[in-house]
């Protein structure tokens, strides 16, 4: 079980749009819908940014959209604001062993 | 919400074994909607999942931590807990317990984690 690949930092400036990739096989990603994304803060827990590949959780603004091609899920942020530095993890089900794996983690710099 | 606790020692001896509790309050653990699980991050690291139990006891684990973790659910007691052998300084990390949805396999609920040390 391999860790999926994320880039190791993303910037970009206020009100502009990203997109963090993370790649993973035809064992996790490519074989199932369940792709999610966490935020994480300096010296905090992660939070549940998206969920089976493009869902929003209550309360999590619709800036944040994600989705998924192959072997790629991708983590896109529009209206990129201050507020949005941090560190963002993906994370896929792996399925027919019930694992999960997580990709390495992409910082985000907002300029 | 649904509030999760860590707990147990902060410092573990190489060779020893590090065993955390996660308390559950504001709902019950038995329940066929969750799993139960593990994650670690070591400091300025990524994440790691460790491993996930179901209430029934079902346990699934990391295959590259397989051979040293056990996690065990008390449904009466409403927590589980893990227990990992043989610890190295490699071991050292922040542990979270997390709530994983069992239809959509997130992570939506997290306890604020605890910071194991390996070291004599």
């Known amino acids: 079980q391999s860790a999926l690949t994320q880039p190791a930092s993303v910037s970009g400036s206020p009100g502009q749009s990203i997109t963090i990739s993370c790649t993973g096989t035809?064992?996790?990603?490519?074989?199932?819908?369940?792709v999610s994304w966490y935020q994480q803060f300096p010296g905090k827990a992660p939070a549940l940014m998206i969920y089976e590949g493009s869902k929003r959780p209550s309360g999590v603004s619709n800036r944040f959209s994600g989705s998924k091609s192959g072997n790629t899920a991708s983590l896109t942020i529009s209206g990129l604001q201050a507020e949005d530095e941090a560190d963002y993890y993906c994370c896929s089900y792996g399925g027919i062993i019930n694992t999960w794996v997580f990709g390495g983690g992409t910082k985000l710099t907002v300029l | 919400q649904m509030p999760l606790q860590e707990s147990g020692p902060g410092l573990v001896k190489p060779s020893e074994t590090l065993s955390l509790t996660c308390t559950v309050s504001?709902?019950?653990?038995?329940?066929?909607?969750?799993?139960w699980g593990w994650i670690r991050q070591p400091p300025g690291k990524g994440l790691e999942w460790i491993g996930s139990i179901f209430y029934s006891g079902k346990t699934y684990f990391n295959p590259s931590l397989k051979s040293r973790v056990t996690i065990s659910v008390d449904t009466a007691k409403n927590l589980f807990s893990l227990n990992l052998r043989s610890v190295t300084a490699a071991d050292t990390a922040f542990y979270y317990c997390?709530?994983?949805?069992?239809?959509?396999?997130?992570?939506?609920?997290w306890g604020q984690g605890t910071l194991v040390t390996v070291s004599s």
């Open positions: 035809s064992s996790d990603i490519g074989s199932y819908n369940f």
């Open positions: 997390a709530r994983l949805t069992y239809s959509s396999k997130d992570i939506d609920y």
């Open positions: 504001g709902g019950s653990i038995s329940s066929s909607t969750y799993y």
